[in-house]
């Protein structure tokens, strides 16, 4: 599994969801001008970001069940 290339990618994918989560979460928290101008735009690129992560996630599930 640490020598699959794939599984580092769905690692990868995963972490920056969290990132932006988290980046999204303290924005709100803070408000202000910033999160007026651009929560929604941080929720779609976590929503875009969750789904590459969601179908990774997917394909190396079904590639190491012998798909």
Known sequence: ??????????????????????????????GGEFNHKHANRIMRWRIGAQFVAVLLILLYVWLRRGG
């Open 1 to 30: 599994m640490l020598s699959d290339p794939l599984f580092y990618l769905v690692v990868a994918a995963v972490l920056i969801v969290a990132g932006i989560l988290l980046f999204g979460i303290g924005t709100f928290g803070r």
